[in-house]
Antibody
Framework: EVQLVESGGGLVQPGGSLRLSCVASGFTFSTYWMSWVRQAPGKGLEWVANIKKDGSKIYYVDSVRGRFTISRDNAKNSLYLQMNSLRAEDTAVYYC??????????????WGRGTTVTVSS | QSVLTQPPSVSAAPGQKVTISCSGSSPNIGSNLVSWYQQFPGTAPKLLMYDNSKRPSGISDRFSGSRSDTSATLDITGLQTGDEADYYCGTWDYSLDSVVFGGGTKLTVL
Protein backbone atom coordinates (compact mmCIF):
# COMPACT_ATOMS: atom_id res chain seq x y z
CA GLU A 1 0.00 0.00 0.00
CA VAL A 2 1.30 3.43 -0.95
CA GLN A 3 1.54 5.49 2.22
CA LEU A 4 2.96 8.72 3.62
CA VAL A 5 3.14 9.24 7.38
CA GLU A 6 4.02 12.62 8.85
CA SER A 7 5.30 13.35 12.32
CA GLY A 8 6.94 16.13 14.29
CA GLY A 9 4.09 18.59 14.67
CA GLY A 10 3.27 20.27 17.94
CA LEU A 11 2.97 23.50 19.86
CA VAL A 12 5.84 25.96 19.52
CA GLN A 13 6.34 29.57 20.55
CA PRO A 14 6.71 32.34 17.97
CA GLY A 15 10.30 32.49 16.81
CA GLY A 16 10.85 28.84 17.61
CA SER A 17 11.77 25.91 15.42
CA LEU A 18 10.27 22.57 14.51
CA ARG A 19 11.30 19.73 12.20
CA LEU A 20 8.66 17.73 10.39
CA SER A 21 9.32 14.27 9.00
CA CYS A 22 7.49 12.13 6.49
CA VAL A 23 8.17 8.44 5.91
CA ALA A 24 7.12 6.93 2.61
CA SER A 25 6.29 3.31 1.90
CA GLY A 26 4.80 1.23 -0.88
CA PHE A 27 6.58 2.99 -3.75
CA THR A 28 10.09 3.85 -4.94
CA PHE A 29 10.57 7.10 -3.03
CA SER A 30 13.70 8.14 -4.91
CA THR A 31 11.86 8.37 -8.23
CA TYR A 32 9.37 11.04 -7.18
CA TRP A 33 9.35 14.74 -6.47
CA MET A 34 7.90 15.41 -3.02
CA SER A 35 6.03 18.35 -1.53
CA TRP A 36 4.85 19.88 1.71
CA VAL A 37 1.41 21.48 1.54
CA ARG A 38 -0.26 23.20 4.48
CA GLN A 39 -3.76 24.20 5.46
CA ALA A 40 -4.44 26.81 8.12
CA PRO A 41 -7.55 26.29 10.27
CA GLY A 42 -10.66 26.92 8.20
CA LYS A 43 -8.59 27.96 5.18
CA GLY A 44 -7.61 26.53 1.82
CA LEU A 45 -4.57 24.62 0.65
CA GLU A 46 -1.22 26.39 0.45
CA TRP A 47 1.74 24.72 -1.21
CA VAL A 48 4.90 25.25 0.87
CA ALA A 49 7.82 23.66 -0.94
CA ASN A 50 8.90 20.78 -3.10
CA ILE A 51 12.08 18.91 -3.89
CA LYS A 52 13.29 16.97 -6.91
CA LYS A 53 13.92 13.21 -6.81
CA ASP A 54 17.64 13.57 -6.10
CA GLY A 55 17.35 16.80 -4.11
CA SER A 56 19.03 18.84 -6.84
CA LYS A 57 16.11 21.25 -7.29
CA ILE A 58 14.04 22.90 -4.59
CA TYR A 59 11.23 25.45 -4.75
CA TYR A 60 9.55 27.44 -1.96
CA VAL A 61 6.53 29.67 -1.59
CA ASP A 62 7.67 33.24 -0.93
CA SER A 63 6.22 33.36 2.60
CA VAL A 64 8.56 30.64 3.90
CA ARG A 65 11.67 31.18 1.79
CA GLY A 66 14.66 31.78 4.08
CA ARG A 67 12.88 30.32 7.11
CA PHE A 68 11.97 26.80 6.01
CA THR A 69 14.22 24.15 4.50
CA ILE A 70 12.96 21.08 2.68
CA SER A 71 15.24 18.06 2.39
CA ARG A 72 15.08 14.34 1.78
CA ASP A 73 16.98 11.15 2.54
CA ASN A 74 16.28 8.61 -0.18
CA ALA A 75 18.08 5.88 1.73
CA LYS A 76 15.55 6.31 4.54
CA ASN A 77 12.54 6.98 2.29
CA SER A 78 12.08 10.19 4.22
CA LEU A 79 11.15 13.81 3.55
CA TYR A 80 11.80 16.62 6.02
CA LEU A 81 10.78 20.21 6.63
CA GLN A 82 12.94 22.27 8.96
CA MET A 83 10.92 25.27 10.11
CA ASN A 84 12.70 28.17 11.80
CA SER A 85 11.56 31.61 12.94
CA LEU A 86 8.01 30.34 13.18
CA ARG A 87 5.14 32.80 13.14
CA ALA A 88 1.51 32.58 14.19
CA GLU A 89 0.52 32.49 10.52
CA ASP A 90 2.47 29.24 10.08
CA THR A 91 -0.14 27.48 12.22
CA ALA A 92 -1.62 24.78 10.01
CA VAL A 93 -1.94 21.12 9.23
CA TYR A 94 1.13 20.17 7.19
CA TYR A 95 0.70 17.47 4.57
CA CYS A 96 3.45 15.46 2.94
CA UNK A 97 2.61 14.71 -0.67
CA UNK A 98 3.95 12.83 -3.67
CA UNK A 99 4.33 14.93 -6.79
CA UNK A 100 4.34 14.45 -10.49
CA UNK A 101 6.27 17.38 -11.91
CA UNK A 102 7.46 18.00 -15.42
CA UNK A 103 7.43 20.62 -18.13
CA UNK A 104 3.99 22.21 -17.98
CA UNK A 105 2.71 19.52 -15.70
CA UNK A 106 2.17 19.27 -11.96
CA UNK A 107 -0.10 17.29 -9.73
CA UNK A 108 -0.03 15.50 -6.39
CA UNK A 109 -1.43 12.00 -6.27
CA UNK A 110 -0.65 10.74 -2.77
CA TRP A 111 -1.17 12.65 0.48
CA GLY A 112 -0.34 11.86 4.06
CA ARG A 113 -2.84 12.40 6.87
CA GLY A 114 -1.03 15.52 8.03
CA THR A 115 0.63 16.75 11.19
CA THR A 116 -0.55 19.81 13.10
CA VAL A 117 1.73 22.73 13.85
CA THR A 118 0.52 25.39 16.28
CA VAL A 119 2.57 28.53 16.79
CA SER A 120 1.42 30.34 19.90
CA SER A 121 2.74 31.80 23.12
CA GLN B 1 -5.71 36.17 -2.06
CA SER B 2 -5.21 33.03 -4.14
CA VAL B 3 -3.52 33.20 -7.52
CA LEU B 4 -6.26 30.98 -8.92
CA THR B 5 -9.84 32.17 -8.42
CA GLN B 6 -12.68 29.80 -7.57
CA PRO B 7 -16.21 30.58 -6.43
CA PRO B 8 -16.43 30.14 -2.64
CA SER B 9 -19.49 27.94 -2.93
CA VAL B 10 -21.77 26.19 -5.38
CA SER B 11 -24.92 24.19 -4.83
CA ALA B 12 -27.32 22.01 -6.74
CA ALA B 13 -29.92 19.34 -6.13
CA PRO B 14 -29.21 15.60 -6.14
CA GLY B 15 -29.03 14.23 -9.66
CA GLN B 16 -28.23 17.61 -11.16
CA LYS B 17 -25.00 18.89 -12.67
CA VAL B 18 -22.68 21.48 -11.19
CA THR B 19 -19.70 23.29 -12.67
CA ILE B 20 -16.81 24.67 -10.61
CA SER B 21 -14.64 27.23 -12.31
CA CYS B 22 -10.98 28.04 -11.77
CA SER B 23 -9.65 31.24 -13.27
CA GLY B 24 -5.98 32.03 -13.64
CA SER B 25 -3.59 33.73 -15.99
CA SER B 26 -0.95 33.12 -18.58
CA PRO B 27 1.91 31.98 -16.28
CA ASN B 28 -0.23 29.33 -14.59
CA ILE B 29 -3.34 27.86 -16.24
CA GLY B 30 -2.42 29.49 -19.54
CA SER B 31 0.80 27.50 -19.69
CA ASN B 32 0.38 24.43 -17.53
CA LEU B 33 -1.94 21.51 -16.97
CA VAL B 34 -4.51 21.73 -14.18
CA SER B 35 -5.35 19.28 -11.43
CA TRP B 36 -8.35 19.10 -9.10
CA TYR B 37 -8.62 17.84 -5.53
CA GLN B 38 -11.55 16.81 -3.35
CA GLN B 39 -11.38 17.27 0.42
CA PHE B 40 -13.85 16.15 3.06
CA PRO B 41 -13.78 17.84 6.48
CA GLY B 42 -10.97 16.62 8.68
CA THR B 43 -9.33 14.53 5.97
CA ALA B 44 -6.48 14.93 3.51
CA PRO B 45 -7.15 16.12 -0.03
CA LYS B 46 -7.60 13.50 -2.73
CA LEU B 47 -6.59 13.78 -6.38
CA LEU B 48 -9.71 13.99 -8.51
CA MET B 49 -8.41 15.06 -11.90
CA TYR B 50 -5.00 15.63 -13.46
CA ASP B 51 -3.65 16.90 -16.77
CA ASN B 52 -6.85 18.97 -17.14
CA SER B 53 -9.16 16.07 -17.85
CA LYS B 54 -7.68 12.73 -16.79
CA ARG B 55 -9.23 10.76 -13.93
CA PRO B 56 -7.10 8.66 -11.61
CA SER B 57 -8.10 5.06 -11.22
CA GLY B 58 -11.19 4.72 -9.07
CA ILE B 59 -12.62 8.18 -9.74
CA SER B 60 -16.16 8.11 -11.07
CA ASP B 61 -16.82 9.24 -14.64
CA ARG B 62 -19.40 11.61 -13.16
CA PHE B 63 -16.40 13.89 -12.71
CA SER B 64 -14.89 15.57 -15.76
CA GLY B 65 -12.49 18.43 -16.33
CA SER B 66 -11.48 20.82 -19.06
CA ARG B 67 -9.24 23.81 -19.68
CA SER B 68 -9.61 26.72 -22.07
CA ASP B 69 -7.08 29.53 -22.34
CA THR B 70 -6.54 30.70 -18.73
CA SER B 71 -9.50 28.97 -17.10
CA ALA B 72 -10.38 25.45 -16.08
CA THR B 73 -13.62 23.81 -15.07
CA LEU B 74 -14.65 20.76 -13.09
CA ASP B 75 -18.03 19.29 -13.93
CA ILE B 76 -19.87 16.92 -11.64
CA THR B 77 -22.97 15.20 -13.01
CA GLY B 78 -25.55 13.07 -11.26
CA LEU B 79 -24.85 14.84 -7.97
CA GLN B 80 -24.95 12.74 -4.82
CA THR B 81 -24.99 13.86 -1.19
CA GLY B 82 -21.65 12.11 -0.83
CA ASP B 83 -20.13 14.65 -3.22
CA GLU B 84 -20.47 17.39 -0.61
CA ALA B 85 -16.88 18.49 -0.06
CA ASP B 86 -14.39 21.22 -0.79
CA TYR B 87 -12.82 21.25 -4.24
CA TYR B 88 -9.50 22.84 -5.17
CA CYS B 89 -7.78 23.46 -8.48
CA GLY B 90 -4.01 23.60 -8.74
CA THR B 91 -1.19 24.04 -11.21
CA TRP B 92 2.38 25.26 -11.59
CA ASP B 93 3.04 28.97 -12.04
CA TYR B 94 6.20 29.61 -14.00
CA SER B 95 6.48 33.28 -13.04
CA LEU B 96 6.30 32.49 -9.32
CA ASP B 97 8.22 29.23 -9.69
CA SER B 98 5.73 27.63 -7.35
CA VAL B 99 2.60 25.53 -7.17
CA VAL B 100 -0.58 27.57 -6.86
CA PHE B 101 -3.98 26.45 -5.63
CA GLY B 102 -7.37 28.04 -5.92
CA GLY B 103 -9.07 29.22 -2.75
CA GLY B 104 -11.42 26.25 -2.79
CA THR B 105 -15.10 25.78 -3.54
CA LYS B 106 -17.54 24.28 -1.09
CA LEU B 107 -20.10 22.09 -2.82
CA THR B 108 -23.49 21.71 -1.20
CA VAL B 109 -25.93 19.15 -2.50
CA LEU B 110 -29.33 20.48 -1.51
Amino acid sequence: EVQLVESGGGLVQPGGSLRLSCVASGFTFSTYWMSWVRQAPGKGLEWVANIKKDGSKIYYVDSVRGRFTISRDNAKNSLYLQMNSLRAEDTAVYYCARDHQGAGNYYTDVWGRGTTVTVSS
Amino acid sequence: QSVLTQPPSVSAAPGQKVTISCSGSSPNIGSNLVSWYQQFPGTAPKLLMYDNSKRPSGISDRFSGSRSDTSATLDITGLQTGDEADYYCGTWDYSLDSVVFGGGTKLTVL
